[in-house]
């Protein structure tokens, strides 16, 4: 099978990695702060540059990806995910190391993916969610990585998003990192942002 | 590029890399919790910083400026070595400047200049684990941590007041991470404890030996535990830096003479050579004068 341009992984993989990594790293190292990514990769659709590079320097043969409906009904998606990275694809979000949504208003519920253990905390889902837009108004965070609040948003999302948000931060430890993705843009929220205040999200 | 072709960047292979960054991820989205990471052999014993040193070579990329320091010095055998095995291995710039930094890897100090936003300090951990000399079963620390009971800490506290009238645990000092997890802070003296807390840097630690990776990111609130009649005390030295005349820094003690003689100065060798080199620096004062 020949691969086409749309199939090309990192031209650099050691200096791609390494710069994609600490975006994501700035990312979740300041809660809700929006950063600029120059990811230059063209996955299959509904893949975009920037998750897919995320998860090209994050996951290997170690890591398990559960893929939502939208991302899994695309076999290019998954091909392209096991040649540049060797991880398993499970059909279960529970057993999935990285998950990705490609479709964030319909996704499975923050609770049913794996939330460690509270023994082992860090054995959990991170979500890397795919989103048309990220802003800094609407929710408002505190916390680690914060120095007041922050306003952070991401649309669309599901209704009960800060609700869900509110319940992951009341399993702390336990509980999922999320890292949002327009086609430019990466945010993260980790497990220990708290949701303080904000109007309820919109859906589409 | 000659020696560093033999390596891959930064001396490490990409998936030992995926390995260790996956941990820091994990670790900074649960500050003060130790992960568990497939810790490598490194070039070097343990005890030399090999923790700290995968945690550096994982982050590290072409346009870091990199700076090592070893009790606060830049030119001991440690802070040496591990810088210029970043700059074979690596081929990147290096400084002693503080503030010039954006990765500072440490050995037991932080340094006096404050920190910025975007800057990481990684420290190397010779144990991570705080509860470890009260509880030597990692199967029960895991669960005290689980459980937040941390009861033995303070009973280990209060022991210190009773037999000594105060605290005194002066180094690796018992932290407690945004009133979640109680935290080995790596041996810095206490002194540097006030520093971490709402730092606008990002803090990893790495323990090579004991396999583990804990995190602090900006602006957390780190706590050094405590008594309300016993309260934290930063320590205090009742003298100034002998070659710069700095106060209120952390200051080490220097033999000069087989007679007992002995001078003190600034433990942050950057620091000292800072304010000795700026012109509005004083004279260093004589010890005899200040007390």
Not at chain 1, 103 to 114: E, G, H, I, N, V
């Amino acid at each position: 099978m020949a691969l086409s341009a749309a199939q090309r992984g990192f031209d650099d993989a050691v200096r791609e990695s390494q710069r994609t990594f600490r975006l994501v790293l700035d990312a979740m190292a300041h809660a809700g702060r929006i950063l600029r990514s120059d990811a230059t990769l063209a996955p299959p659709p509904p893949l975009l540059s920037t998750s897919a590079s995320i998860i090209l320097a994050l996951a290997d043969f170690e890591t398990a990806i559960w893929l939502d409906e939208p991302a899994a009904d695309c076999p290019a998606v998954a091909d392209f995910l096991r040649f540049h990275t060797g991880a398993r694809l499970v059909r279960a979000c529970r057993d999935a190391d990285f998950a990705i949504i490609a479709a964030p208003a319909r996704m499975p519920p923050l609770a049913s993916f794996a939330q460690g253990t509270p023994e082992y905390p860090d054995r959990s889902t991170t979500l890397i969610v795919q989103v048309e837009a990220l802003a800094g108004v609407g929710w408002q965070f505190r916390g680690p990585g914060i120095q007041d609040s922050a306003h952070f948003s991401a649309t669309p999302m599901p209704l009960d998003f800060p609700q869900q948000l509110l319940e992951n931060r009341a399993r702390f430890p336990r509980g999922v990192d999320l890292v949002f993705a327009t086609s430019t843009e990466i945010a993260a929220l980790p497990r220990s942002a708290r949701i303080t205040a904000g109007p309820a999200c919109t859906s589409r | 590029m000659s020696d560093a072709a033999h390596y891959n960047f930064a001396y490490l292979d990409e998936q030992t890399k995926r390995m260790i960054r996956r941990a820091l991820l994990k670790a900074v989205a649960i500050p003060g919790y130790q992960v568990p990471f497939a810790s490598r052999e490194m070039p070097m014993p343990y005890g030399w910083g090999t923790g700290g040193v995968q945690v550096t070579a994982s982050v590290l990329g072409p346009d870091d400026i990199l700076k090592v320091i070893d009790q606060g010095a830049d030119d001991t055998t440690n802070a040496v070595s591990i810088r210029k095995f970043f700059e074979r291995t690596a081929g990147i710039a290096t400084t002693t400047h503080t503030r010039d930094a954006t990765v500072i890897q440490t050995r037991h100090r932080i340094p006096e200049a404050p920190l910025k936003e975007g800057q990481i300090l990684v420290y190397q951990v010779p144990i991570p684990e705080p509860l470890r000399f009260l509880e030597p079963r990692e199967t029960e620390t895991r669960r005290q941590h689980a459980l937040e009971d941390y009861g033995l800490m303070h009973v280990k506290l209060y022991e210190d007041i009773a037999r000594h009238g105060h605290i005194a645990t002066t180094y690796a000092y018992p932290v407690k991470v945004d009133d979640r997890y109680i935290m080995d802070p790596s041996p810095t003296p206490k002194f540097d404890n006030p520093k971490m807390d709402m730092c606008p840097a990002l803090q990893l630690f790495g323990a090579g030996r004991e396999k583990r990776i804990y995190a602090l990111p900006p602006y957390t609130k780190v706590v050094s535990l405590d008594f309300e009649d016993h309260p934290f005390e930063r320590t205090k030295f009742d003298r100034g830096c002998e070659l710069c005349g700095a106060e209120g820094i952390y200051l080490d003690e220097v033999v000069t003479d087989d007679r007992g003689g002995c001078m003190y100065v600034c433990s942050d060798t950057d620091y000292c050579e800072g304010r000795r080199a700026a012109p509005h620096a004083a004279a260093p004062p004589i010890r005899e004068a200040r007390r």
